[in-house]
């Protein structure tokens, strides 16, 4: 299967602190999304990494790339009870326009 | 303020039901897409559209169909519904760009098969 797996699958951490989710492929990948997910809803774009950046910011926000790993990680800093969500990365894999998205990572930040 | 609109939040049909999921964009977007997201499975692409009337099946097509005589409309067809179709299902839209552009997702149908 193309898709990508995500690590870990759950994560719990206290407000305030840092979270990082990994994403990795087993083919390679160009340009990268990162999406999230609040319970039971459509997903919101976050931010886009293309292939040719190794990393890229925006706000609390902070995405890798590593396209000879073929995988990618988010980091969100300051973490707020607000950014309880899953969180799902989404690679273009080149030929047709599809986006071949992650399993997911479920964040809770506790206030 | 852009929006994909889907036809339902929650439906509830029975096995060999034929079904229909409608799925609206009002960003003139080429690409419409369909998945379905599964607890552990994360989101999986059933088909994709980039033109009116023009397909491609995604990753589990089986069991399904879909319509694009709009622009503005994608269509998800269940033929003969079936319990392992219980699922959430999502529409989104995009511009085409080779994974340069963000798809925007519509709130979702979470359709229950009995």
């Known amino acids: 299967s193309q898709q990508g797996e995500e690590d870990p699958q759950a994560l719990s951490i206290q407000e305030g602190e840092n979270a990082t989710m990994n994403c990795s492929y087993k083919?390679?990948?160009?340009?990268l999304q990162w999406y999230r997910q609040n319970s039971g809803r459509g997903l919101v774009h976050l931010i886009l990494i293309r292939s040719n950046e190794r990393e890229k910011h925006s706000g609390r926000l902070r995405v890798t790339l590593d396209t000879s790993k073929k995988s990618s990680s988010l980091l969100i800093t300051a973490s707020r009870a607000a950014d309880t969500a899953s969180y799902f990365c989404a690679g273009f894999m080149g030929g047709s326009e599809k986006l071949v998205f992650g399993k997911g990572t479920k964040l809770t930040v506790n206030p | 303020d852009v929006k994909v609109t889907q036809s339902s939040r929650y439906l509830v049909k029975r096995t060999g039901e034929k079904v229909f999921l409608e799925c609206v964009q009002d960003?003139?977007?080429?690409?419409m897409f369909w998945y379905r997201q599964d607890p552990g499975l994360g989101l999986r692409l059933i088909y994709f559209s980039y033109d009116v009337k023009m397909k491609e099946k995604g990753d589990i097509p089986e069991g399904y169909s879909v319509s694009r005589e709009k622009k503005e409309r994608f269509s998800l067809i269940l033929e003969s519904a079936s319990t392992n179709q219980t699922s959430m299902y999502l529409c989104a839209s995009s511009h085409p760009g080779r994974g340069l552009y963000e798809q925007y997702f519509g709130p979702g149908t979470r359709l229950t098969v009995t």
């Open positions: 083919t390679s990948i160009n340009n």
């Open positions: 960003m003139d977007h080429e690409n």
